[in-house]
């Protein structure tokens, strides 16, 4: 009876062990994402032990990266070393904070950020540049739209067109176009003009 029980308590110890050993938090210590999913090289937490070629599972549609020095929970199937995933990382410099209960936020340790604020906000945030590159066609539809630049505003394409009225506070200049011949009839006016003034003139010397 005593041997059932030993052999009992032999298979609830080595179920613990593997229940203690399913789950770890773990450092980020090198990345690889050549392959058809990314893998990373992890440090298990207080302990020297290394995990190499560790895969990191991804929500489809979503795509990350966590820095070098990231913290990650790897999860080991089965309780065994040889069978780990990564199920979450986390960047404690890079994280946003102050964030409310409800907002959503994508960003990276530059600074970009993407956020989603309560109030029905959403900012775009980027220390150098943000491409928008539709193959076809982008629309915006709003009641109102301001674009704000320190420098300039350039639009480069072979037509600009305007549906309704248009005002400008500064100067306008043209290279070509409409533009340059208003000026040259407001110049041919004054020219007329000042020949009509001079016939004026002479006939009533003359």
Excluded: W
């Excluded at 059932?4 to 609830?12: E, G, N, T, W």
């Excluded at 613990?16 to 994402?33: E, F, N, S, V």
């Excluded at 959503?104 to 491409?131: C, H, M, P, Q, W």
């Amino acid at each position: 009876m005593s041997g059932d029980f030993a052999s009992f308590q032999s298979q609830l110890d080595r179920h613990k062990t593997r229940m203690l050993m399913g789950t770890a938090p773990a450092l980020i210590t090198a990345i690889d994402d050549s392959g058809p999913i990314s893998k990373v090289q992890v440090r298990i937490n207080d302990t020297p032990e290394i995990v190499d070629g560790v895969p990191v599972m991804q929500f489809y549609g979503i795509s990350t990266i966590a820095p070098v020095e990231s913290d990650a929970t790897g999860l080991f199937i089965t309780g065994q070393r040889a069978n780990p995933i990564i199920i979450g990382t986390n960047n404690q410099k890079a994280r946003l904070r102050d964030q409310k209960p409800g907002e959503v936020a994508i960003f990276t340790d530059e600074g970009d950020k993407i956020t989603f604020n309560r109030g029905n906000k959403i900012n775009v945030v980027s220390k150098d540049t943000v491409n928008v590159t539709p193959q076809n066609n982008f629309s915006v539809d709003t009641k109102d739209a301001t674009i704000k630049a320190s420098d300039k505003i350039k639009l480069d394409t072979p037509l600009v067109e305007i549906t309704g009225n248009l005002k400008v506070d500064g100067t306008i200049e043209a290279g070509g176009g409409y533009l340059p011949l208003i000026a040259e009839i407001a110049a041919l006016r004054t020219l007329v003009s000042e020949l009509a003034r001079r016939v004026e003139a002479l006939e009533a010397s003359g």
